[in-house]
T-cell receptor, first 110, second 114 residues
Framework: SQELEQSPQSLIVQEGKNLTINCTSSKTLYGLYWYKQKYGEGLIFLMMLQKGGEEKSHEKITAKLDEKKQQSSLHITASQPSHAGIYLCGADANAGKSTFGDGTTLTVKP | NAGVTQTPKFQVLKTGQSMTLQCAQDMNHEYMSWYRQDPGMGLRLIHYSVGAGITDQGEVPNGYNVSRSTTEDFPLRLLSAAPSQTSVYFC?????????????FGAGSRLTVL
């Protein structure tokens, strides 16, 4: 089965600083999804990457999928308190199933 | 659009009691699934369904039953609750025929089993 490993497990940054979260897969990724979860709430879809080398941005968040399609990174520029939460990467398994990493908890200090 | 609606939001059970977590979606999504989220363990798939009348087991199905009689509803049943089932449960759905498995999640149901 496909396993996703996220790093770091938790991150505390000062507001305004940049940060990167990584997601490494044990197998080739055919669909990589980034979700964000605010404390006590459900997950919200951020971005999807499917092609090797693909990069997508939304506001100050950029996600990339490496050429070999086994690692993705999520980069936040000039972090704000609104970016705080848990970031999870997910991947397509089979028959529509998704597998997830353990999540990265981001705290942004004002 | 309501999206994915889960009820109840909070529930406390005693060991051995039974209950059903309800999940409904109004987006005509074929695929529905139940996950549990435990600290440090991410999301683990319990059961999933690719359409009405079709269900299958995920990674951690023991102690849980599901059924999918309509496209809209996918209830999760705990027949005899155990403390190990204390967790936050998420229902999710997606339109798999779109070619991408972007999941829409419910707000979660926090279950405590004493």
């Amino acid at each position: 089965s496909q396993e996703l490993e996220q790093s770091p497990q938790s991150l505390i940054v000062q507001e305004g600083k940049n940060l990167t979260i990584n997601c490494t897969s044990s197998k080739t990724l055919y669909g990589l999804y980034w979700y964000k979860q605010k404390y006590g709430e459900g997950l919200i879809f951020l971005m999807m990457l499917q092609k090797g080398g693909e990069e997508k941005s939304h506001e100050k968040i950029t996600a990339k999928l490496d050429e070999k399609k086994q690692q993705s990174s999520l980069h936040i520029t000039a972090s704000q308190p609104s970016h705080a939460g848990i970031y999870l990467c997910g991947a397509d398994a089979n028959a529509g199933k998704s597998t997830f990493g353990d999540g990265t908890t981001l705290t942004v200090k004002p | 659009n309501a999206g994915v609606t889960q009820t109840p939001k909070f529930q406390v059970l005693k060991t051995g009691q039974s209950m059903t977590l309800q999940c409904a979606q109004d987006m005509n999504h074929e695929y529905m699934s139940w996950y549990r989220q435990d600290p440090g363990m991410g999301l683990r798939l319990i059961h999933y369904s690719v359409g009405a009348g079709i269900t299958d087991q995920g990674e951690v199905p023991n102690g849980y039953n599901v059924s999918r009689s309509t496209t809209e509803d996918f209830p999760l049943r705990l027949l005899s609750a155990a403390p190990s089932q204390t967790s936050v449960y998420f229902c999710a759905s997606s339109l798999v025929s779109s070619g991408a498995n972007v999941l829409t999640f419910g707000a979660g149901s926090r279950l405590t089993v004493l």
